[in-house]
């Protein structure tokens, strides 16, 4: 039984070596040219304040950013994975991610109905990612801390699982944005603070934008389109 149970699992993982080499190859002829720009996918929840406007404050000089709001009350996990697909396939058919920024304000990102449902999530993201990336791709989560809380943790816990089951361990890392990112560093600090963020917030966002839009975040005063 060890024996069968063993060779089984051995049998898995050539044919997940196999699909990865086979997802490699497509995706490295779906990329060819010089023209292509390995695409960053932005998720911004509805529970971030104001989070209409954070695709308007993105760096206009890169067209590779691709800003998805979605509704954290009704979409479901699902719901996210298809439509980071729709908007890649209108981005370069069969082109994957090379970095992705989830912004948001809760840990879990999107309602939890089961715990089911988010590993499904992390496995079906972790396919999405690039093969080709010479280094390792990024997911950044901006706007809340993911460890030193439990839902957090089981964040972390099952990104790692998925990419492990996967053979992407090797390939992806995950970092968070701590400056700028939780409400209470908000309130703390009225005018944001520079930190070691600072480069990946500018890796999607135009600073000097972001840095209104955060500023004033709160302020029922404030007339957007004046300020854009």
């Not at 944005?177 to 560093?185: D, F, M, R, V, W």
């Amino acid at each position: 039984g060890d024996l069968q149970a063993s060779s089984g699992a051995l049998n898995e993982e050539v044919c997940e070596d196999l699909d990865w080499e086979e997802e490699r190859e497509a995706e490295k002829l779906a990329c060819q040219g010089d023209d292509f720009i390995p695409p960053k996918i932005m998720l911004i929840s509805s529970k971030v304040p104001k989070a209409e406007y954070v695709p308007t404050i993105i760096r206009r000089d890169d067209p590779s950013i691709i800003p998805i709001l979605y509704d954290h009350e009704h979409a479901t996990f699902d719901d996210i994975i298809e439509e980071i697909e729709k908007k890649l396939t209108a981005y370069r058919r069969g082109c994957k991610i090379w970095r992705m920024l989830i912004f948001c304000q809760v840990a879990t990102f999107a309602k939890v109905e089961k715990e089911e449902d988010m590993i499904n999530f992390w496995k079906r993201l972790s396919r999405l990612m690039s093969k080709l990336n010479p280094e390792p791709n990024l997911i950044h989560i901006m706007g809340c801390y993911v460890l030193g809380n439990a839902n957090g943790e089981k964040v972390w816990v099952h990104h790692s699982t998925a990419l492990r089951r996967y053979s992407l361990d090797k390939t992806l890392s995950l970092s968070r944005i701590t400056s700028l990112a939780a409400p209470c560093a908000y309130k703390q600090h009225p005018a944001p603070v520079l930190s070691p963020g600072k480069e990946m917030i500018e890796m999607y966002f135009d600073f000097r934008l972001f840095r209104l839009w955060k500023a004033r975040q709160h302020s029922k005063l404030l007339d957007y389109d004046d300020l854009l």
